[in-house]
T-cell receptor, first 108, second 117 residues
Framework: GQNIDQPTEMTATEGAIVQINCTYQ??????LFWYQQHAGEAPTFLSY????GLEEKGRFSSFLSRSKGYSYLLLKELQMKDSASYLC?????????FGAGTTVTVRA | ETGVTQTPRHLVMGMTNKKSLKCEQH?????MYWYKQSAKKPLELMFV???????ENNSVPSRFSPECPNSSHLFLHLHTLQPEDSALYLC????????????????FGPGTRLTVL
């Protein structure tokens, strides 16, 4: 089976950095996705890691360690609009197994 | 229209009603998916279609019936639902859905918020 764990909630201040951790146990692992979902909206693609290491995309970076079954999403220079749910998803062939999401609240 | 669209955005139905959810993708993708998202729970994959052929039925009750008439359209027919079926139903598409192959990025529609009374 698939098991994806991430924290339920995190709170941070505008301009700060927040790191959302995700651990996964899945057979036939291909790679790790991160999606952002604002309340009442569609999940939108943020990043996809296949190889170990850090991928940087502007204010957002994602890290993967395949040997440890671990990933994190790093949000820098937080803005109010970054308040959302962040979904970690492990890919197995054509299927995605999602975590329950981490709700990030950015405070002024 | 661009991306993935879903209609209706909100739906309230009784347990004896029959209704359908519609999804359309304008991305030229070959694979389409139905997910169920309940509060505080992970997205649950329900069905996967690749080139209009169903490749995955994730133990979904028969009161949910998918239909994929072409690679751009996906329907979810609903009948005799239960209150616990109330959730956000998300459609997604990706370029391919290759069994045993690598995963393409999935693009999601805004979802249909379903309430079963």
């Amino acid at each position: 089976g698939q098991n994806i764990d991430q924290p339920t909630e995190m709170t941070a201040t505008e301009g700060a950095i927040v790191q959302i951790n995700c651990t996964y146990q899945t057979s036939g692992f291909n790679g790790l996705f991160w999606y952002q979902q604002h309340a009442g909206e569609a999940p939108t693609f943020l990043s996809y890691n296949v190889l170990d290491g850090l991928e940087e995309k502007g204010r957002f970076s994602s890290f993967l360690s395949r040997s440890k079954g671990y990933s994190y999403l790093l949000l820098k220079e937080l803005q109010m609009k970054d308040s959302a749910s962040y979904l970690c998803a492990a890919s197995n062939d054509y299927k995605l197994s999602f975590g329950a999401g981490t709700t990030v609240t950015v405070r002024a | 229209e661009t991306g993935v669209t879903q209609t209706p955005r909100h739906l309230v139905m009784g347990m004896t009603n029959k209704k359908s959810l519609k999804c359309e993708q304008h991305l030229g993708h070959n694979a389409m998916y139905w997910y169920k998202q309940s509060a505080k729970k992970p997205l649950e994959l329900m069905f996967v279609y690749s080139l209009e052929e169903r490749v995955e039925n994730n133990s979904v009750p028969s009161r949910f019936s998918p239909e994929c008439p072409n690679s751009s359209h996906l329907f979810l027919h609903l009948h005799t639902l239960q209150p616990e079926d109330s959730a956000l139903y998300l459609c997604a598409s990706s370029q391919e859905a290759l069994v045993g192959g690598s995963t393409d990025t999935q693009y999601f529609g805004p979802g249909t918020r379903l309430t079963v009374l």
